[in-house]
T-cell receptor
Framework: ETGVTQSPTHLIKTRGQQVTLRCSSQ?????VSWYQQALGQGPQFIFQ???????GRGNFPPRFSGLQFPNYSSELNVNALELDDSALYLC??????????????FGQGTRLTVV | KQEVTQIPAALSVPEGENLVLNCSFT??????LQWFRQDPGKGLTSLLL?????REQTSGRLNASLDKSSGRSTLYIAASQPGDSATYLC??????????FGKGTRLSVIA
């Protein structure tokens, strides 16, 4: 059983540029969520995808967008990068169902630095 | 709006000591609570998941308890080791809804 994998692990971008981060979910998991973690803070929810549809969104502007593919892998796109977008971006996958035992499994994260 | 608080923010203990990390949440209508470990600059490793109907979960030297009515959870680490040094995060959710995290407790275990 493969875990959650994210790419790239590190990225440096210039303010105003666009970036795409990728996530492969754990085998059998059809729900993918993205989180942003600033230094010294807990992760903040960006959005969630379930069966290729956005299924909830946190307090992030529209320049944060995403996709989920038929194999349940996902992309996070950020347009018009700002310095405050510098953070660790985490992807989590969870198994089907909405019951109590929906344990989330995280990837190793992508460290984005905007200069 | 759910808010999660973790106390203390940082903790330094000598090797071998037993320790307790605290997590509190404002809305008791949760389905489950997860404890995670995060090494510097890395992703999150799930340690324990406690369902709302459960009172505690154990894995090796780790024991997590949940008191849903009072909005509290504790993570107990027995016989701490330098390899336990990391940030520990707790998060709550209602089923497959987004996790709401605390800011974490940064633990240093001194050899």
């Amino acid at each position: 059983e493969t875990g959650v994998t994210q790419s790239p692990t590190h990225l440096i971008k210039t303010r105003g540029q666009q970036v795409t981060l990728r996530c492969s979910s754990q085998s059998g998991h059809n729900t993918v969520s993205w989180y942003q973690q600033a230094l010294g803070q807990g992760p903040q929810f960006i959005f969630q995808y379930y069966r290729e549809e956005e299924n909830g969104r946190g307090n992030f502007p529209p320049r944060f967008s995403g996709l989920q593919f038929p194999n349940y892998s996902s992309e996070l796109n950020v347009n018009a990068l700002e310095l405050d977008d510098s953070a660790l971006y985490l992807c989590a996958s969870s198994p089907p169902g909405t019951g109590v035992n929906t344990e989330a499994f995280f990837g190793q994260g992508t460290r984005l630095t905007v200069v | 709006k759910q808010e999660v608080t973790q106390i203390p923010a940082a903790l330094s203990v000598p090797e071998g000591e037993n320790l307790v990390l605290n997590c509190s949440f404002t809305d008791s209508a949760i389905y489950n609570l997860q404890w995670f470990r995060q090494d510097p600059g890395k992703g999150l490793t799930s340690l324990l998941l406690i369902q709302s109907s459960q009172r505690e979960q154990t894995s090796g030297r780790l024991n997590a308890s949940l008191d849903k009515s009072s909005g509290r959870s504790t993570l107990y680490i027995a016989a701490s080791q330098p390899g336990d040094s990391a940030t520990y995060l707790c998060a709550v959710s209602r089923g497959n809804t987004p996790l709401v995290f605390g800011k974490g407790t940064r633990l240093s275990v001194i050899a």
